[in-house]
């Protein structure tokens, strides 16, 4: 049963903190696929966050979490997780990991997508 399933979130954190969020596919190997990870804020249209090419290689960032956002994959455990540090209230979202056969970025492309998990920065 192909799966993505998101962990790590469902707390609240202070704003400055840091919060590292993890994705477990099962059912297929990330390594043949471009995975993202996407968030979606109360209100607001959802957007990506980060996302592994597999096509180039290259991992690209949304201008509003570059520096302070990362993201890794771990192929033993295929795995994909996202470090995010110096948070922001406006960082308050349900993230997703996705994943596309494509190999190519982009939330119409993918293919597969996690239930979410809620991260939530609040004083």
């Known amino acids: 049963q192909v799966q993505l399933v998101e962990s790590g979130g469902n707390l609240v954190v202070q704003p400055g903190g840091s919060l590292r969020v993890s994705c477990a596919a099962s059912?297929?190997?990330?390594?043949?696929?471009?995975t993202g990870w996407f968030r979606q804020a109360p209100g607001k249209e959802r957007e990506q966050v980060s996302c592994?090419?597999?096509?180039?290689?290259?991992?690209y960032y949304g201008d509003s979490v570059k520096g302070r956002f990362s993201m890794s994959r771990a192929s033993a455990k295929n795995t994909v997780d996202l470090q995010m540090m110096s948070l922001k209230p406006e960082d308050t979202a349900v993230y997703y990991c996705?994943?596309?056969?494509?190999?190519?970025?982009?939330?119409?492309?993918?293919?597969?997508w996690g239930k979410g998990t809620l991260v939530t920065v609040s004083s």
């Open positions: 592994y090419s597999s096509f180039d290689g290259r991992t």
């Open positions: 059912g297929f190997s990330l390594d043949d696929y471009a």
């Open positions: 996705a994943a596309s056969s494509s190999g190519l970025c982009g939330e119409g492309g993918m293919d597969y």
